[in-house]
């Protein structure tokens, strides 16, 4: 048996096969270092003092126009090209003929092929494509980790190298783990084919089993996906019939590939003409068409949908570019810490349910599925909305330190999970959480929860792929009563309609869905849907009081109507010998400004009221709540905001009735101290966030903070001042915010 060799005898020899077959005087291979440096790594031809000595970083010399264009450069006279660097170690003044093409690899640079001769020759479309093929394989190599122990010390290849991408918090949390790739990338390993026709016929059965497996996502409702998914598939089965596809992938395979090489030629050759692109709609259409190509590949494999492998580590992080809700619940929960989407939404269902699963994630990462390697370590901040792939020492443990730090806060917030939430001098607040899903309940007993004080029951409908039926729906309300025992809950109407699409629910393209048909609006215009609802809700909670609220009012008539729908419900309920529930308490959600000016006609139309300040806050400052470009450019903490939130607090208690604050400033300590400062003593938040407003409820005294509060909102301070001024009155008196 032969003895194994090392990887450099295994690059050397590669370099001289290949040398001779191309008939070359020089056949050399460049790697490139995460310092952005491509270095020689094995050469036949040129003075072999200068591997592992010669560099060339990107972009300089044609090496390096190589790298940075991700594409093949064919030229008879090579020093005459203006990119031209010569470098006096190499010796190759006297070649004159240059091919050089990119290794790459799921749409990375990993380093250059490259090929000379004496003379002055053009080299042939087969000889460029028998070269990128070898070149396809020194990718696999590179990317296996077999040249890894090539490198100099220090000088880490850029396949190892550090990513710190930027992106949108989504769920909060912070996950150390390492990458699952949502959609594995397949290793190609055959590349040459024995039998082209039956490669050809295996390429057509892939693409009839692809385009198979698109339609089928399509028609049941990409998952339960948003509308931007579907557009998503559409675009895949656009590119599935592509006859130009096609019809490369057979040339591919008549040169002599075996059809998965051939699709991984393609896709190749498609990103090197892409990737260049900047414009950011050509730039999705190339992922689009990665991920097809990555389907194909599968198909080829018989494996067709592979991303819950046994072989899940037990810190697993899921990077996708995007996905269903339902497809997020299939992993082993107990497996997935993170999740990293590539260019979800923060309201899409799958980031609804990694919050309500507690799973860290950050979404908006650019590019992070072909910059991630399966298995490579990576840390999800959720809180910054950051991704570090591959990170350094220092930053893992500044994150582990983070993690502890994190878990003994979380220790502590459980041990007052019982303790009441009252401040320093004797007032009591009542801390509720918001749910929407079944897997949030068993978080209503471990938070500590006076109650659920906005059930979001759109959820249970983003979720499914079909209409939920009367009696679902009835069956689903009644577990979560059952669930919260003792505690009150406050069921919401559906809040859907808008950017809160269902796919089963034909919907129209709306320029401004935020502020478009939604919520009450669509109830009231469609009553069949709001009454099956109503009649659920009444008969889930046969026997007891039901607590409801309907979304979006912006006019009193509006709860009236809705309202009156309600009564003759139950009416019918009663004439029908069905039970009813004891009491009925009904309120509205203070979404829409315009209500700010109907508060008497309001509260006493109401039994209670619930401030929705995420869409308060975005049609007041009339910035989208979801564009992250605008994310912090206005402060909840305004005097304008805050003296919005503060008239509605004065006018309920003189109404006497309850009023309470839902959306997601409830749940941040320093600003629900501002809650409490102007009059508020009922929040309802994430149950994840009970805990910190808890510690800081009973750290503070009241009194003084109103007093505060008052000349910070009636001064009309700026924002960031009231912002800083809390700060500082938190810290100076020992308020963990
Ligand atoms: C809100 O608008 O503040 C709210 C709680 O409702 P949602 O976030 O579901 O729109
Ligand atoms: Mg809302």
Redesign the pocket.
């Known amino acids: 048996m032969a003895e194994p060799i090392g990887a450099q005898e295994r690059l050397d020899k590669i370099v001289r096969i290949i040398a001779a077959n191309m008939v070359a005087e020089v056949c050399s291979v460049y790697v490139l270092r995460a310092d952005g440096v491509l270095e020689l790594y094995a050469t036949e031809g040129l003075n072999s003092i200068s591997v592992h000595r010669a560099t060339l970083t990107v972009g300089r010399g044609l090496v390096g126009l190589i790298a940075s264009e991700a594409r093949p450069l064919n030229l008879p006279d090579a020093q005459s090209h203006p990119a031209f660097a010569y470098l006096p170690e190499t010796g190759e003044e006297i070649y004159h003929s240059f091919l050089g093409v990119p290794i790459l690899r799921a749409g990375r640079t990993l380093g250059v092929l490259v090929v000379q001769n004496r003379s002055y020759r053009n080299y042939t479309e087969e000889e460029i494509e028998a070269l990128q093929t070898t070149a396809m394989v020194l990718a696999e190599m590179v990317a296996a980790g077999e040249i890894e122990d090539l490198a100099a010390p220090g000088a880490d290849l850029d396949l190892n190298h550090p990513v710190h991408i930027k992106g949108a918090a989504f769920s909060e949390g912070i996950a150390l783990g390492h990458v699952v790739l949502h959609e594995p990338r397949v290793v190609v390993t055959q590349l040459i084919a024995e039998d082209t026709e039956h490669e050809l016929k295996r390429l057509d059965a892939a693409m009839a089993g692809l385009q198979l497996s698109v339609d089928d996502l399509l028609a049941r409702g990409a998952a339960a996906g948003t509308g931007e998914h579907r557009e998503i598939l559409e675009a895949y089965r656009m590119f599935a019939q592509d006859r130009g596809w096609t019809r490369r992938l057979r040339e591919a395979i008549e040169n002599g590939l075996t059809a998965e090489a051939a699709v991984e030629k393609v896709q190749s050759d498609t990103r090197a003409r892409m990737s260049r692109q900047t414009d950011p709609f050509l730039r999705d259409r190339l992922h689009d068409f990665e991920d097809l190509g990555n389907r194909l590949l599968r198909e080829l494999i018989g494996r067709p949908h592979g991303p819950y492998a046994a072989d899940m580590p037990e810190d697993a992080i899921i990077v996708a570019r995007n996905m269903g809700a339902a497809e997020l619940l299939d992993y082993d929960r107990d497996r997935v810490r993170g999740l990293v989407l590539e260019d979800a939404g923060p309201t899409s269902h799958v980031t609804i349910v990694a919050k309500a699963l507690g799973i860290a994630a950050v979404g908006q990462t650019q590019d992070v599925v072909a910059l991630a390697e399966a298995g490579d370590p990576i840390i999800v901040d959720g809180e910054l909305g950051e991704v570090h792939l591959r990170p350094p020492a220092d930053i893992e443990t500044a994150y582990a330190d983070r993690v502890r730090f994190r878990a003994r806060k979380q220790e502590q917030y459980r041990k007052l999970k019982d303790e009441p939430a009252v401040t320093q001098d004797g007032v009591g607040v009542s801390l509720q959480m918001n749910a929407g899903l079944i897997m949030d309940l068993p978080r209503l007993e471990e938070s500590g929860a006076a109650g659920i004080g906005l059930f979001r029951t759109e959820l249970q409908f983003m979720i499914s792929s079909a209409f939920p039926k009367q009696s679902e729906q009835q069956a689903f309300y009644a577990q979560v009563i059952e669930a919260a025992g003792d505690k009150p809950v406050i069921f919401r109407s559906l809040?859907v309609g808008g950017d809160k699409v269902l796919p089963y629910l034909r919907s129209q393209k709306e320029e401004n869905p935020a502020m478009g048909w939604r919520?009450i609006r669509l109830g009231l215009d469609r009553p069949a849907l709001l009454r099956t609802q109503l009649r659920s809700l009444l008969r889930a909670s046969v026997g007891r009081e039901l607590r409801l609220m309907f979304?979006?009012v912006t006019e009193v008539s509006e709860f009236e109507r809705a309202k009156a729908i309600l009564t003759r419900e139950q009416a019918h309920l009663e004439r029908h010998g069905h039970g009813v529930p004891t009491r009925v308490m009904l309120g509205a959600?203070l979404?829409v400004p315009a209500l700010l000016w109907q508060l008497d006609e309001l509260l006493s139309a109401v039994d209670f009221l619930s401030v929705?300040s995420?869409?308060l806050m975005q049609f007041m400052m009339a910035s989208d709540r979801g564009n992250t470009r605008l994310a912090g450019r206005y402060d909840p903490l305004s005097p304008a905001f805050l003296r919005a939130l503060r008239k509605v607090a004065d006018k309920a208690k003189a109404y006497g009735k309850p009023v309470s604050v839902c959306?997601e400033i409830s749940g941040k300590p320093l600003e629900a101290m501002a809650l409490l400062g102007i009059g508020y003593r009922s929040l309802s938040m994430a149950s994840a966030a009970i805990g910190p407003v808890k510690s800081m409820i009973r750290a503070m005294e009241l009194a003084p903070l109103e007093a505060r509060l008052k000349e910070l909102v009636d001064q009309g301070s700026s924002a960031s001042d009231v912002r800083t001024e809390l700060r500082a009155w938190a810290a100076a008196h020992n308020i963990p915010v």
């Open positions: 809040d919520a979304p979006m959600m979404e929705g995420n869409d959306g």
